[in-house]
């Protein structure tokens, strides 16, 4: 049976411990404010955006505008961007998506499969199953802006229009609430443009200084807000899944901590009555 001084060192290393967690949930509950609040402000720009350029494909007839970014070729080349953190201590919030992303490269029979990782998880995930990564940005997180995404873009931009990879897909962490990440996979090249039997056209309008010169501006910054969307949604899911995670070891924490000083209360209250009858036993003896 464990000594009173052992269950007191135990509850003092889970108290310890507590702190700890909830310090850790209210880092994350205050970052996930400003994370939270980069994913709504960008929300109606990248709509905006993507129904201008959608409106402008719908307008033109088929090959009479084409961006290099739009066309759609044979895969044989595929790149997946795979968004992880660069810490733990967030539930599944790496472990789903990694896995996501490896049933993605698994169904890609065929093909080949490359790997551009952002966040030290994702890495350290492909390199525990012997699969090397074209680049590592595990640096990304730290200065996480829109120049950050615009340059990640234009590299994955120049590497489809230099034919290295037919198609770019993005498997990250959807923030669909603060109790909720969903690993998603997004296609960011080739830029999806809906056919015009799946868009009403309305009214028209004169395009300055050519329909094809707002094309080839809106395709690039396209790609670049769904990217950099796509980061601030991982970043928020992020912070979402600390918080909760340790919220949830803070209970569980409290809990231990209830059950170890009921359990030291009862182990106390056993050595004093033993104590008691050995002393009540001596005194006996000696009267006898």
Same mark, same amino acid.
């Given at each position: 049976?464990?000594?009173?001084?052992?269950?007191?060192?135990?509850?003092?290393?889970?108290?310890?411990?507590?702190?700890?967690?909830?310090?850790?949930?209210?880092?994350?509950?205050?970052?996930?404010?400003?994370?939270?609040?980069?994913?709504?402000?960008?929300?109606?720009?990248?709509?905006?955006?993507?129904?201008?350029?959608?409106?402008?494909?719908?307008?033109?007839?088929?090959?009479?505008?084409?961006?290099?970014?739009?066309?759609?070729?044979?895969?044989?080349?595929?790149?997946?961007?795979?968004?992880?953190?660069?810490?733990?201590?967030?539930?599944?919030?790496?472990?789903?998506?990694?896995?996501?992303?490896?049933?993605?490269?698994?169904?890609?029979?065929?093909?080949?499969?490359?790997?551009?990782?952002?966040?030290?998880?994702?890495?350290?995930?492909?390199?525990?199953?012997?699969?090397?990564?074209?680049?590592?940005?595990?640096?990304?997180?730290?200065?996480?802006?829109?120049?950050?995404?615009?340059?990640?873009?234009?590299?994955?931009?120049?590497?489809?229009?230099?034919?290295?990879?037919?198609?770019?897909?993005?498997?990250?962490?959807? +923030?669909?609430?603060?109790?909720? =990440?969903?690993?998603? %996979?997004?296609? !960011?090249?080739? *830029?999806?443009?809906? #056919?015009? @039997?799946?868009?009403?056209?309305?009214?028209?309008?004169?395009?300055?200084?050519?329909?094809?010169?707002?094309?080839?501006?809106?395709?690039?910054?396209?790609?670049?807000?769904?990217?950099?969307?796509?980061?601030?949604?991982?970043?928020?899911?992020?912070?979402?899944?600390?918080?909760?995670?340790?919220?949830?070891?803070?209970?569980?924490?409290?809990?231990?901590?209830?059950?170890?000083?009921? +359990?030291?209360?009862?182990?106390? =209250?056993?050595?004093? %009555?033993?104590? !008691?009858?050995? *002393?009540?036993?001596? #005194?006996? @003896?000696?009267?006898?």
């Amino acid at each position: 049976m464990a000594s009173l001084r052992d269950i007191r060192k135990r509850v003092r290393s889970v108290k310890n411990t507590q702190q700890i967690t909830k310090a850790m949930k209210m880092v994350a509950a205050s970052k996930l404010r400003r994370a939270h609040d980069r994913v709504v402000s960008a929300g109606p720009y990248a709509r905006a955006l993507e129904g201008m350029m959608q409106d402008l494909a719908t307008r033109t007839e088929p090959g009479s505008l084409l961006h290099p970014l739009l066309e759609v070729r044979p895969i044989e080349t595929v790149e997946i961007v795979l968004l992880t953190s660069d810490r733990g201590l967030a539930g599944g919030f790496n472990s789903n998506v990694c896995r996501r992303a490896w049933k993605l490269a698994l169904s890609c029979q065929g093909k080949q499969v490359i790997f551009t990782t952002i966040g030290k998880k994702g890495a350290d995930f492909l390199r525990q199953r012997a699969r090397s990564t074209r680049r590592d940005v595990s640096s990304l997180w730290t200065s996480l802006n829109y120049g950050t995404a615009d340059a990640l873009a234009k590299e994955l931009s120049q590497r489809y229009l230099d034919g290295e990879v037919d198609a770019v897909y993005l498997v990250h962490n959807a +923030f669909a609430s603060v109790i909720s =990440q969903v690993p998603t %996979t997004t296609t !960011l090249l080739p *830029i999806e443009a809906k #056919a015009k @039997a799946d868009v009403e056209v309305t009214g028209d309008y004169l395009y300055e200084p050519s329909a094809q010169g707002v094309l080839e501006a809106l395709v690039p910054k396209a790609i670049t807000v769904k990217l950099f969307r796509a980061l601030a949604e991982s970043f928020a899911a992020e912070h979402a899944a600390r918080m909760t995670s340790m919220e949830s070891a803070t209970k569980n924490a409290g809990d231990m901590i209830d059950r170890l000083t009921l +359990f030291y209360n009862r182990t106390r =209250q056993a050595q004093i %009555t033993r104590e !008691l009858v050995e *002393i009540v036993s001596g #005194a006996q @003896a000696l009267e006898g």
